[in-house]
């Protein structure tokens, strides 16, 4: 085990995309701890587009980061030092831990992983906090009934293509929106999505009417932006919008101004819901045993991209907003 321990911190917020100078390696003595606490020994980070919001200096639905201290984000880990009865030494853990090489935790913040069931960087996307955001948001919210049309923008991130194989074993017809087509290509003929639409080449109107000639059941909106705009005018009677993210505006620092959605509600009779994963804090158990059982299954697939180190932890954060990733962006710090 090292004796410095490496860790990032912001230093300033953010002005539209976020840079590398927002950022800075440090490093720093290895933490020791006290009797409750463990010692965790990062193997790999979640980079999330959450984490944003909370680089904005403003409370929302959580706190957000103080300037000069650690990131935190999702962790799978090794404990490598314990005193607290729960945990033994070896014991792959997953919970909110810092960008560090190593973090202290009181136990409360971490669960058990067990590395039997799957792969454990899955603890971080398919069985972990995007695919649980997936099952609760379409099925508590959305409903899904076979047969009904399900749009997904944002189709082929670590939500997204939980949402859309979610919609496919439930019968429902899938549309995904995605940003290239390789992306829609993998959407389609890995995922099994029905139709895709790479919003960046194709006049979005257009290609919902076409791609969607029944109209819209269900529309699962990670995007927001002119992307839901469009959505908007396929919606069917007793349409469900679920409202999870709105990753087109995290960058934008001005208050962006589209089509008021009220009519669009009141005309089909729709709800639009929004949601954050935590509102089913008291569940998880639940989701965790699903998603776990249909990826064994063979119902759920995913991808994973992976990038080399702690020190590239920013520009894996960055490459969230330039659509470079397809499934889970993570980055390994140490080998499992």
């Known amino acids: ?46 980079v999330d587009p959450y984490m944003r919001g909370r680089m904005r200096g403003i409370k929302t639905y959580t706190s957000p980061y103080n300037l000069n201290e650690v990131l935190t984000g999702g962790v799978v880990g090794r404990i490598v030092e314990s005193k607290n009865k729960r945990f033994e030494i070896g014991d792959i853990i997953e919970g909110r831990l810092g960008w560090s090489d190593y973090s202290v935790s009181n136990g409360r913040n971490i669960r058990k992983v067990n590395p ?35 749009v997904v923008s944002g189709a082929a991130g670590a939500v997204g293509t939980v949402v859309g194989q979610i919609a496919k074993n439930k019968g429902c017809r899938v549309i995904g929106i995605a940003g290239s087509e390789e992306k829609n290509e993998y959407l389609e003929k ?47 009677f007793q349409a469900r919008i679920i409202v999870c993210g709105q990753i087109s505006e995290y960058n934008s620092e001005e208050q962006a101004v589209g089509p008021r959605v009220q009519r669009f509600l009141l005309n089909c009779s ?48 960055i490459g969230l907003f330039k659509g470079e990733n397809i499934g889970k962006q993570l980055v390994r710090v140490k080998a499992e």
Not at 11 to 36: A, C, H, T, W, Y
Not at 225 to 230: A, E, I, K
Request: hydrophobic share 40%; with cysteine.
């Open 1 to 46: 085990m090292e004796s410095k321990n490496r860790s990032i911190l912001l230093v300033s917020r953010p002005k539209g995309m976020p840079i590398q100078d927002n950022f800075k390696l440090i490093e720093e003595p290895l933490p020791s701890i006290r009797d409750g606490e463990v010692l965790v020994e990062t193997i790999y980070l979640s």
């Open 270 to 317: 729709a709800l639009m819901k929004a949601f954050i994963v935590s509102d089913y804090s008291e569940r998880f158990s639940e989701g965790y045993q699903y998603l776990g059982d249909w990826v064994q299954q063979g119902k759920l697939k995913y991808r994973e991209n992976i990038i080399e180190g702690l020190e590239n932890a920013p520009n894996a954060f």
């Open 190 to 236: 890995e995922l099994g999505f029905d139709a895709t639409i790479n919003y960046k080449e194709e006049n979005l109107r257009e290609a919902l009417k076409d791609k969607c000639p029944d109209g819209v059941d269900i529309y699962f909106d990670n995007v927001g932006g002119v992307v839901t705009d469009h959505v908007m005018y396929r919606l069917n």
């Open 116 to 150: 039997n069931l799957a792969p454990i960087t899955t603890a971080l996307g398919v069985v972990g906090m995007p695919g649980l955001t997936a099952y609760f948001g379409l099925l508590d919210i959305g409903k899904p009934k076979s047969g009904e049309t399900v």
